[in-house]
């Protein structure tokens, strides 16, 4: 078994834009149309001055193994940002060309000026301005603040702190429960869990519930076959259920995120209301995010530390002896390896030069984390998995603007919690059989998931747990 990410396919050359300008997708042409009214269907981007992407990124061949490195070395070898020839990144919907930004200072600038680079149209590739304004991904400036300000009383650093504890025991009990098994499916009983049971506790999703409301989220992500319902089905019920919390929550309210948002829903006062909308969107933001991002996390990182034994021995060690400072940066570096959201999107809300392209107002921007985080610019050997890296500028989590990641500070500690018990307890993981992925629509922006890892896990015969 191998996770190397720099083990890819060969670089391909195929789809996808014929000589015509049609657009191959699953092998039907499918008309193309600039978007910005830039009329140059039929011309290859580098005739109009622009550096072509040359390979369909939204392709989801081209990450049936993981993210494709090789390729995106070749793309920052010819430019920061490149031109991509219109694709179709949701089946059946509508085509777009738009700018695809490789290199770590770029991605940190689109990030940060967010007056030029607008969030508004949402961060899939395909804008939906019908919620501009109406949640955290789809706003900027006052709009945004109103929101990110709401939300932020229950993720502060503090309040993550004193998660720390309930960390802890959802570790314990999900590694319970594994080790009397033996050997079990990594991510279906230790990856998934964890974030799930975090983000249940936050928001305040009754125990009971918590089954239902991920498979609904896995359903609108398209992450799991064993979602039920489709898509807009299961956002409906996804929405209706958080009607229905929200509820409940104002007759009785909890010391959770979701009573304190359900009160904000009919609070009058200007700056701290909410629209039915609103909440909605809060809560399949919340649910989503706070789960199959750090699933990921953590799935990668075991791959990672076992294709690299020698960093897994002295990761094991620091564990056993409390080396806080190794497991701290052993985190970052996870995160970093991961990447867990491929791609985010921006509009460009002027003409404006960025990394040598002459980007147009309206352009659709996207950032792809996997590459800036492996951009030679700005890592030392970034294709080594170094659990001491120090510093580490990963844009796992944003580049630092004002859409950084919300739940960055629970997301690490729940990568890190979760290694130090795993491997205080367990001397031995094994991996005993294929590792597959997933490849959900990239117009969902968080794409590429390890789906399976079997795994046997040998118990310490005196294991002792951190923090018990
Ligand atoms: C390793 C795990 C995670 C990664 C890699 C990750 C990554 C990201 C990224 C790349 C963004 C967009 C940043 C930007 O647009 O500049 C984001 C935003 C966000 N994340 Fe995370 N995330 C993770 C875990 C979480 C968790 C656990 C939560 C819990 C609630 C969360 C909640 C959010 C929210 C609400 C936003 C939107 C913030 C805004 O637009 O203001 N994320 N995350």
């Known amino acids: 078994m191998t996770s190397d990410p720099t083990r890819r396919q060969p670089l391909r050359s195929t789809p996808v834009v014929t000589e015509t300008g049609d657009q191959q997708l699953n092998g039907a042409a499918v008309p193309v149309a600039e978007p910005n009214d830039k009329a140059t269907m039929g011309t290859s981007a580098e005739t109009s001055g622009r550096t072509a992407v040359g390979v369909d990124l939204t392709d989801h061949d081209l990450y049936r193994g993981g993210f494709p490195h090789e390729l995106f070395v070749e793309l920052r070898g010819r430019g920061a940002v490149l031109w991509h020839a219109p694709a179709v990144p949701r089946p059946g919907g509508a085509s777009i060309g738009f700018w695809v930004v490789v290199r770590h200072a770029e991605v940190q600038r689109v990030s940060r000026d967010s007056e030029a680079f607008s969030a508004a149209d949402g961060p899939s590739i395909v804008a939906s301005p019908a919620l501009r304004g109406h949640t955290l991904t789809h706003s900027d400036g006052h709009d945004h603040t109103r929101l990110r300000t709401l939300i932020s009383a229950g993720f502060t650093p503090r309040m993550i702190g004193r998660l720390e504890d ?8 999900i590694l319970d429960v594994v080790a009397g098994m033996g050997e079990c499916e990594f ?6 869990l964890l974030p799930m049971q975090l983000i249940g506790d936050i928001i305040g999703i009754p125990e009971a519930d918590r089954s239902w409301v991920f498979a609904q989220t896995d359903a609108i992500i398209g ?3 064993s ?10 019920q996804l929405f209706a259920y958080a009607q229905q919390l929200g509820e409940a929550k104002r007759r009785q309210p909890a010391d959770d995120v979701w009573s304190l ?9 200007e700056g701290a209301s909410l629209s039915g909308l609103e909440l909605d969107f809060f809560f399949a933001i919340l649910s989503i995010a706070g789960s199959e991002t750090t699933r990921n996390a953590i799935s990668h990182g075991l791959l990672a530390l076992l294709d690299h034994p020698e960093q897994l021995a002295s ?16 985190t970052e570096e996870i995160i970093r390896w ?3 959201v491929t791609c985010f999107s921006r509009s460009a809300t002027r003409d404006v030069e960025l990394g040598g392209a002459e980007i147009r107002a309206g352009d659709r921007v996207t950032v792809w984390y996997p590459s800036a985080n492996r951009d030679e610019r700005a890592f030392d050997d970034p294709f080594r998995f170094d659990i001491t890296r120090s510093p580490n500028p990963h844009v796992s989590f944003g580049g630092a603007g004002s859409h950084y990641c919300l739940g960055a500070h629970l997301a690490r500690r729940e990568v890190r919690v979760m290694f130090e018990q795993l491997l205080t307890r367990f001397e031995g993981i094994e991996v005993t059989g294929p590792v597959t992925h997933n490849v959900n629509g990239l117009a969902h922006s968080i794409a590429v998931s390890v789906k399976h890892v079997p795994v046997r896990l040998v118990t310490r015969p005196s294991s002792r747990t951190p923090g018990a």
């Open 166 to 173: 309930q960390i802890r025991i959802r570790t314990r009990e």
């Open 187 to 192: 991510v279906r009983d230790i990856a998934y």
């Open 223 to 225: 992450g799991a076959s």
């Open 227 to 236: 979602a039920p319902v489709g898509a807009s089905e299961a956002e409906r």
């Open 261 to 269: 948002l359900a009160a904000a829903e009919i609070d009058k006062n």
């Open 315 to 330: 990761l094991r060690a620091a564990s056993l002896g409390g080396d806080t400072h190794l497991l701290d940066t052993a």
């Open 338 to 340: 991961a990447s867990p």
